[in-house]
């Protein structure tokens, strides 16, 4: 009787029709758009704001047959056009920051946008609650603006079932953010608009390298790019054994901070800087290349001027061989005022709970503006702009940072100049705009000179290149008058290299 009842069981189990399942809907585009207006230099500006998510399909083939295009992310971005305007002669600028894997939101309410956060500076950080003005120096007066963030920062995301690892790699984050900009160009109509990108940090990484992507994979030439606080070759940050250059590369900085702080008393910065320069460039690598072999009298000179150029003492150079590593500089600096400094900004302090530490985990500088700016983001998104999502806006994805990929690279320097200097050497109307803050601590001036001197470019093409140094960090903009001035120097350069 107990088969029988399971034989019975079993057939009604089989006479019901099976319930199908209910598949996900496909994802669509989610964008929202308002309309503001901003006043600058007298000037009002009206202008349409366009936030939300859009669909990246990528064609999938199995065996070689085509499944079609499958949604496989959606990419958070936040565009600004001035209404009424000539689309052929108005040109448009793609922004977004570095990390890897932050958002744009540094320069979209630091910088260029039409609003912006006061978050305060060095020794006057803003407290809670934060406010948001308008930007009487945005971009938004010489450029429509277009802020990205690459999937896994902001509120872009894999869809459902793709991989968000997928996309955090140099390749894949290249040909998704430039996926981004030609479907932003051909819905928008803007083909024959001047077209302009501006990176920050590792997003000058990423500019660098979509200037010759772009161009190769769409035609696409851009007019100009704008790079602030640059990395272009990664082993001129890289304080790995047998490595010397970030040592040398580093000095000037380093002095610059010391300076701030008044351990080089009596000196102009720009005495200060000059005399770091000149070391790094000649008697300092010199020593470093010697090792072992150099001679006891040329060691102890190395000693004391590295102490008078760095605020550090003749007894922990000596200790660390000459070679001073940034982490381990940021926490040693102000160690006997127990105190630690910032790397993104050298100008901010900070405090640690064991002053014996080697090195500080933490950033002062960036603890003074990640809230500051992640409220307003919030706040600015949905109350302003009609935005409304209730995924957490990843400010910065530190998953995505550790995990990021440079598989492309394996056995050799990860670099973009080349990519940088392709795209100059196709492109001989491409303009190059390099920003530079002299407390940066992540990526000093000093080295990017010595990228940008390297670059495998004619010398026809030097003057395609300009340089502006500003007496902030990493993110200079949150010094208001190197703000000011930035502005102005990026609104100089837009309106140049437009060629209208």
Do not use: C
């Not at 900085?253 to 800087?273: C, F, K, M, Q």
């Amino acid at each position: 009787m107990l088969g029988m009842a399971d034989e019975q069981t079993t057939a009604d189990s089989t006479d019901k029709p099976a319930t199908e399942e209910k598949k996900p809907a496909p994802p669509v585009d989610d964008l929202v758009a308002t309309k503001h207006t901003l006043t600058i230099g007298g000037r009002e500006l009206k202008y349409t704001a366009t936030t939300g998510r859009i669909v990246l399909r990528e064609e999938v083939l199995t065996d070689g047959k085509s499944e079609g295009y499958k949604p496989k992310a959606e990419v958070f971005l936040t565009a600004y056009t001035l209404d009424d305007a000539e689309a052929a002669d108005r040109p448009v600028t793609f922004a977004f920051n570095g990390g890897p894997g932050s958002s744009s939101i540094w320069l979209h309410l630091g910088l260029l946008g039409p609003r912006r956060v006061v978050s305060g500076d060095a020794g006057a950080v803003a407290a809670p609650p934060y406010e948001l003005v308008d930007n009487d120096e945005s971009l938004l007066l010489h450029s429509d603006l277009v802020f990205i963030d690459p999937v896994s920062t902001g509120f872009s995301r894999a869809v459902e079932g793709e991989k968000p690892g997928e996309y955090h790699g140099f390749t894949r984050d290249l040909e998704s953010v430039g996926e981004v900009i030609r479907l932003w160009t051909s819905r928008n109509g803007r083909w024959i608009s001047p077209k302009f990108l501006a990176g920050e940090s590792y997003g000058t990484t990423r500019a660098a390298g979509l200037s010759a992507h772009l161009q190769t994979r769409y035609g696409m030439y851009l007019n100009g790019v704008m790079l602030i606080s640059s990395v272009l070759e990664f082993g001129t940050l890289d304080f790995s054994p047998g490595n010397d250059l970030p040592y040398t590369l580093f000095l000037p900085t380093y002095a610059a901070i010391a300076h701030y702080h008044g351990l080089i008393p009596d000196r102009t910065l720009e005495e200060v800087l000059a005399d770091a320069e000149r070391f790094a460039a000649g008697r300092y690598p010199n020593a470093l290349a010697q090792g072992n072999r150099i001679p006891d009298d040329y060691r102890a000179e190395v000693v004391t001027r590295l102490a008078a150029l760095t605020g550090l003492s003749e007894d922990y150079i000596d200790r660390v061989d000459l070679r001073i590593e940034h982490q381990r500089f940021y926490t040693e600096l102000l160690r006997s005022q127990r105190r630690t400094v910032g790397r993104l900004d050298g100008r901010f302090t900070g405090w640690e709970v064991d002053y014996a530490i080697d090195a500080t985990p933490n950033d002062p500088s960036f603890a003074a503006i990640i809230g500051p700016y992640s409220a307003a983001l919030n706040h600015y998104v949905r109350s302003e702009l009609g935005y409304e999502n209730d995924l957490p806006y990843e400010t910065l994805s530190w998953e995505a940072a550790k995990n990021w990929s440079y598989k492309e690279f394996e056995g050799q320097q990860i670099t973009v100049a080349d990519k940088l200097a392709e795209a100059l050497r196709t492109n001989p109307h491409l303009k190059v705009h390099v920003a530079s803050g002299h407390y940066d601590g992540a990526t000093p001036y000093f080295a990017t000179e010595h990228t940008l001197a390297r670059l495998k470019i004619p010398r026809e093409l030097i003057g395609n290149i300009e340089v502006k140094y500003y007496p902030a960090g990493h993110m200079m903009y949150v010094h208001d008058e190197s703000r000011i001035q930035q502005s102005a120097d990026l609104a100089a350069f837009i309106d140049d290299s437009s060629n209208r």
